[in-house]
């Protein structure tokens, strides 16, 4: 058998352990040779090839990135795209594909399985979280590690100037890394996407937080909006699955509380640092028990699967259940660190 990988999407920490966990297992175990397609969906749309094996796979595992190249490329969108797909794949008699990516990498791979017959299994991307019928996702926990740090960091030149930080992180509709970095590294207030935000109650805790003498932390994710308003957008454009550019909320937002209260405030935008360098023990460990997984799932036929994570263990899950939906911050448990505000 013949086996296509490729990744999709944005980048993320822990895809060339998921690579190299395939490649390991299935050329070792079941005698499997692998092609890597180039940059996410542009790969097998495009022709555009190269050769994995066991050399090329050594030396990969705490690498971030991804050794083949990603993009935000939808064969849907292209002329004669799923057509182009299915002859390139003939070309290099690939007999299955392993797909890595996010709701979007995967909603093609669930529609080009489901429409055409394409052979795929799905592996869960994306530090952001927000896949349904997976625990966590791989990327999301050096995301929050990342952001974290940052906060931590923050924290002491926002006592010294005595001014307020806003800390803008990712996360377009869901807000787990906000959540998450936001309790670990003490902030005093945590907007996410899936409740919109009061500005006059934020600056009531900026101002509370002053007359504790302290200089308050506000992170916010890059999708939060305020009650009645809209996500700031970084311009109009739009990615060939209809997304548009976020940015600018923590530039706003630091501007509204300097306003109003009169306080300096200063915005920190952590962007695609994010994503970037070496990944946690934890997102090598589940990554390559993902490759494990997906390739068992290849050798047993079972297309049309993704592979997910159930408390510890991991198990095959429909892909087009898993890209249904996204998976938001559910509002109790947002509710439980509200404690901690102003």
Not at 164 to 177: D, K, Q
Not at 303 to 326: H, N, Q, Y
Request: glycine share 14%; net charge neutral.
């Amino acid at each position: 058998m013949r086996v296509g990988v490729l990744t999709g999407g944005g980048d993320c920490p822990g895809l060339n352990a998921v690579i190299r966990a395939v490649v390991r297992k299935g050329v070792q175990e079941y005698g499997y040779g692998f092609v890597g397609f180039r940059d996410g969906w542009r790969g097998p749309l495009e022709g555009d090839a190269v050769p994995l094996d066991i050399p090329a796979v050594r030396g990969i595992l705490p690498r971030g990135g991804t050794i083949i190249g990603s993009s935000r490329t939808n064969p849907f969108q292209a002329e004669n795209g799923v057509r182009r797909v299915k002859e390139n794949l003939a070309k290099y008699e690939v007999d299955a594909l392993i797909t890595i990516g996010g709701e979007d990498t995967l909603g093609v791979a669930a529609r080009l399985g489901a429409e055409c017959g394409v052979p795929c299994v799905g592996v869960p991307k994306t530090i952001d979280n927000d896949l349904s019928a997976t625990d966590y996702t791989f990327g999301f926990d050096t995301a929050v590690g990342i952001a974290t740090e940052a906060i931590d960091r923050l924290h002491t030149t926002a006592e010294s100037h005595m001014r307020v930080l806003v800390v803008e992180v990712m996360g377009r509709h869901a807000g787990w890394i906000a959540l998450h970095s936001g309790l670990a590294g003490g902030a005093n207030v945590i907007l996410i996407p899936e409740q919109p935000f009061d500005l006059d109650r934020v600056c009531a805790w900026v101002t509370s937080r002053f007359k504790a003498s302290y200089a308050p932390i506000v992170v916010v994710a890059e999708g939060a909006v305020p009650k009645g308003g809209a996500m700031v957008l970084k311009d109009g454009s739009t990615d060939s699955f209809g997304h548009v550019r976020l940015s600018g909320v923590g530039e706003w937002l630091a501007a509204e509380i300097e306003r109003r209260t009169g306080k300096e405030a200063r915005t920190t935008v952590l962007g695609h640092v994010q994503r970037g360098g070496t990944p946690s023990a934890f997102d090598r460990w589940l990554a390559t028990r993902f490759g494990l997984h997906a390739i068992d799932a290849v050798r047993d036929g079972d297309f049309g699967a993704m592979v997910a994570l159930r408390g510890t263990d991991v198990v095959r899950v429909p892909v087009a259940e898993a890209t249904a939906r996204l998976k938001t911050v559910d509002p109790a448990l947002y509710a439980e660190v509200g404690v901690f505000f102003g």
